[in-house]
């Protein structure tokens, strides 16, 4: 089972993926052929410990059978309806995203989390030509350097990563950048004119990067004062990423528009926009559309994600373990090790030196799977059923990594 399903070796489907696909992703090391729980294994049946699970999307690890079912069972039922009909599965998952935040929001489903922003962005366009803000009569848009919010061009739009933006630019939508955790700056750039803000709780592709205590729910005050619509991108944080089902609930801020991705289907692409109060009533029918949003298969995935996470407790999972990982590393005072950042499974492991594709490669050997998210930056977000004994094993192990990369 562990194998390629057609026999090719490793180095094979490297070669054939060079040439086969664009460039964009340049090629990676590793071709995956399957998984449990935490394990992953290569086409030539080498074993992985996996510590970001698909960029924190793998939330149930990998093979897990609740997931299995429910998407074995909805695709043996109907596996696409579109939305000229109404399908159970995802009437079932607005509820359920409803319940988890306090019995409200309106939703909208789709295939991504960027098109969950394109979603928040036409709501905030419509909120602010409804309001007659800024000269252009929709106001203009606020983000954070070294933000990141997608790669279709609203998206990419608002996000602040020079090296993703710039050779795409120039941008339809007026948007202004503030460096990211500096409330002031914030207070300054948002008027009357602005429509919306767009902020991640914590900078994900940023390298992890949480802002000052009290930030967000300045933010939350500087929009309430402006009356700009505060937009949460929680695509990568949420789902029981930090300990709790949203990151936003440790500030206790809520946002007006908040949007949710990478974790929610377990591995399924699903998205999702909720609008709270009047941000839920913005569009009117026709506004907004997707072929694919609310697919019954991914909402079955998503909905097996959020019960199992209740049923195994895996929001304390992510907690306790994500504790025991950052203290662990935190303690190891190697030389290379700067310092560790984030909450619960959503760690950011700051270098002394700009290396951390030397680490990544060396933990690689030494079967972990870790991602180089900056260049002075490791990113960890393993599987929320990863166990302390997993954990454990990547602090073992992370001693003779960082010596390695320092050596390589
Ligand atoms: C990954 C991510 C996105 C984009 O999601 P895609 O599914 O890749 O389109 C947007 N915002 C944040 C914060 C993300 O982490």
Redesign the pocket.
Known sequence: MNRSQTGASSQELLARYQAAFMPNYGVPPVALVAGQGCLAWDADGRQYLDFIAG??VSSLGHAHEALAEAVGEQVHSIVHTSNLFINEQEVLLAEELRRLLGGQGRVFLS???????ECALKLAIKYGKSRGRGRGGRGYFVAAEN??????MG?LSL?GKQSIREPFGPFALDVRFVPYGDAQALAEAVTGECAAVFL?PT???GGVVPPPDGYLAAARQICDDTGALFVM?????AIGRTGTWFAHQHDGVRPDIL?L??GLGGGL?I?ACVGFGPAGELFAKGDHGSTFGGNPVACAAALAVLHTIEKEGLLGNAAEVGALLKDGLAALGHPLLAGVRGRGLWLGVVLAEPVAARVEAAARDAGFLVNAVQPNVIRLAPPLVVTAGQAGALVDAFPSILDAAKEG
């Open positions: 960029i924190a295939n991504s989390g960027t098109e969950a922003n933000g990141f919010h997608g790669r279709s998206a996000t991640e900078l994900g592709e991108d929680e695509i990568q944080s949007t991705a990478k692409p998205g």
